[in-house]
């Protein structure tokens, strides 16, 4: 009897280390594939994170340009937009201190400019500032003609001591910074 228990206990215990084993087998695989697929995951999730600053560092590099984009593109007139280049040009002439009179806008038939013709009227001293500023303005600006003339050869008396005469001017300004759109 004591041989038959132990003969029992022997394939009892045999059946229970198969089963361990092959349990430990099932699990050992299982363990297996899930870290393959976590280091897959992680793959995943690394090309997304790195996708993702990406994506931020894109759209700080655009907003950081932006602002540099719009003061590029105030130098440049699209032909749909040319009144606030003509409100420029009297500003500054009523910045100096003269009259100012937009005579003609033209565009040639080329469309790679802005012909403007302005006429003003001041002392030298303010048509020579407008001409100064007009040169510092934003825009790529070519002077065609400049016709510079004292309007009467006595000077005008303002107190004792200062002599004014009155000058004309009138500009044909070439805008070279002009996009026809």
Request: aromatic share 12%.
């Amino acid at each position: 009897m004591q041989t038959t228990f132990q003969k029992r206990f022997l394939i009892f215990s045999i059946i229970f280390f198969l089963s361990i084993f092959c349990l430990f087998i099932y699990l050992f695989i299982l363990i297996n594939k899930n870290k393959e697929y976590s280091q897959i995951m992680q793959e995943k999730w690394q090309v997304e994170t790195t996708r993702r600053e990406n994506i931020k560092l894109l759209i700080s590099s655009i907003n950081s340009i932006d602002s540099e984009k719009n003061s590029l593109e105030t130098h440049f007139i699209k032909s749909s937009d040319i009144v606030p280049f003509l409100d420029t040009v009297e500003k500054l002439a009523k910045d100096v201190g003269v009259k100012s009179e937009i005579v003609s806008v033209d565009i040639p038939k080329d469309n790679s400019s802005l012909v403007v013709e302005t006429r003003v009227l001041g002392n030298f001293e303010t048509i020579y500032k407008l001409i100064l500023l007009l040169e510092n303005s934003p825009y790529e600006l070519e002077f065609v003609s400049v016709d510079i003339k004292n309007l009467n050869s006595v000077d005008t008396i303002v107190d004792k001591n200062n002599k004014i005469s009155e000058w004309t001017a009138t500009f044909k300004i070439k805008l070279l910074s002009f996009v026809n759109k």
